[in-house]
DNA sequence: CCAACCCCCTGAACGC
DNA sequence: TGCGTTCAGGGGGTTG
């Protein structure tokens, strides 16, 4: 009979986009603060230095400012260091004040300077913190191997220049954040679907025209993203900074067994890179 | 240089 | 009804 609807297909997994809507609602709020503690709840979130170093090279600097690289978050501090942090596949980040309820599997709290919170939740445990001080480079948390960022937009040659030689199924090229920063499964799926391009295609075979349409796919799909997901402050907090609501323009992803929306063939679900990939065998080719 | 595999971690889904 | 098993998934690391 009628169940609920059951398998909500996990909404977060954070990309590119979710990522950089965590910027543009925190950075304003964080900005101008005044770091005064750190509680590390779970002392393995931080994962550079160690726990103390990182709370007495916090507590006391200034936030200047935040920044999004990837799927990498960065908070500038006064004194010429940084914060940084990954969510991975279940963190969250938001700042609240400090009587405001303590969302559950939250593994590090940082307090400001006007009695707000940053705080930091993570049901699997996969986020990591980094600390690095002036003049110190970062090493150690992968962002130096980044590919390039997508937005506002790589050309079609950069793109072939970038994955074309590579035999490869274009979705673990996607996917790849050494040959392009930001993409994950989700908008890795939906971008192919805009594109016209099977995911199982070796990046070597696409030709000019493809090539042309990813590169308007790519910066189409994470635009939209982005502003799907924008939501005033308050919308964010009581989601918990987690509720990155319905996607329900997705047209692919998630959507394996059903109708495709454009032309009514059912969508496939095939596996690449270890990744459940959803395409549409008729559209995409 | 690259592919294959493991690991981390937990809740949901599944099987008996 | 309940318990044990399986699995997803970003990304770093190790092995072959």
């Known amino acids: ?55 007495r090279a916090a507590v006391g600097a200034q936030i200047t400012g935040m920044e999004r690289r990837g799927k990498f978050l960065t908070i500038r501090l ?8 990954h969510l991975r596949m279940t963190g969250a980040l938001l700042a609240a004040p400090a009587d405001y309820p303590v969302e559950k ?37 992968g962002i130096e191997r980044l590919g390039p ?4 937009a790589l050309t079609a040659d950069e793109l072939c220049a970038l994955l074309g030689s590579r035999k490869k199924p274009i979705k673990e090229c996607l996917l790849d954040q050494a040959m392009i920063a930001g993409i994950g499964n989700i908008h890795g799926d939906e971008i192919l679907y805009l594109a016209g391009i099977s995911p199982k295609r070796p990046a070597s075979s696409l030709d000019g025209k493809e090539w042309l349409r990813l590169s308007e796919a790519i910066p189409a799909e994470l635009a939209a993203a982005i ?43 095939t596996v690449l890179a270890g990744r459940g990939s959803c395409y549409c065998p008729n559209c995409q080719r």
């Open 149 to 152: 960022e997508p937005l506002p």
């Open 1 to 55: 009979m009628m169940c609920e609807p059951v398998n909500e297909e996990e909404r977060d997994m954070p990309e590119l986009p979710e990522v950089e809507n965590v910027k543009r609602i925190l950075s304003p709020q964080l900005t101008g603060r005044r770091i005064t503690g750190v509680n590390a709840i779970w002392p393995g979130v931080i994962a550079y230095p160690s726990p103390e170093e990182f709370s």
């Open 227 to 269: 502003g799907h997901l924008a939501m005033t402050p308050e919308e964010y907090l009581a989601g918990g900074g987690k509720e990155y609501r319905d996607e329900p323009y997705l047209a692919v992803y998630g959507h394996a067994g059903e109708p495709c929306p454009r032309c009514g063939t059912v969508i496939e679900k």
């Open 78 to 85: 006064g004194d010429g260091g940084c914060i940084r942090l």
């Open 105 to 141: 599997y939250t593994h590090l709290r940082i307090s400001l300077d006007d009695g707000s919170e940053l705080r930091f939740s993570d049901m699997r445990r996969f986020g990591r913190f980094w600390l690095f001080r002036a003049g110190e480079t970062d090493t150690v948390s």
